[in-house]
C-alpha cells in the first residue's frame, strides 16, 4: 500500500507528463482549452480503461542482471489488459494516451543500489528511478510516465540490484496502467 508521500509524488509526476506533452487539466467551472485533457465526474460514469497487476510471493533477482519482473493476477482489469501466458506485462487493447506506474519493493540489503524501469514494447524506457542501498529497512522505488500506445502496444517492468548475491523483490509491488484519452 502507498503511504501518502508516494501518492504525492505519482501525481506530481503524472501533472509534470501532462505538462511536458502539453496537456492541462481543465475544472468543471472552466472547459480545459483546445487540445487539452478535461478531468472530471466519477470513476463509475468513465470510459478510461484501468489495470493494476499484483504478485503472491517475492521473486528473486540475481546481482546485476536487469530482470523482468512477473505478476501473477490483477487486482483489477475489466479491460483485458494483463494475460497471465505474458505475466511481465500490460497490453493496450485500444490506442490511446495511457499514464503507467509501478512501485518495486527490493529487501533490505545495505550493498549497491537498486533500480527499477518501466520500458515499453520492451526496448523503450518510458521512466526510471535509482536507489542507493537502503539500510535497515525495505527499498520502494516509485515511478510513472505517459505514453501514447497504439493497439497491441504494452508496459513493463524491469529491476536491476547490485548487492553482490540474490536479492528479492517483494510481493508488495505492483504495475498498472490507466487509458486516459
Known sequence: MLNDQQITSLLTSLQRSLDEAGLALGSTDQPAPAGSLLLEGSIYRSTALAARLLKSADQTLASGVATLISFTSAGFDPAGMFDPAAPERLTAHHAGAYWISAAVCFAVNPVGHRQALLRLNGFET????????PGGADGWLTLGGLANLQEGEY????GLQTSGADLDVRASSWLGMVRLA
Open 126 to 133: 518510458l521512466a526510471a528511478h535509482t536507489l542507493m542501498s
Open 155 to 158: 508496459a513493463e517492468l524491469t
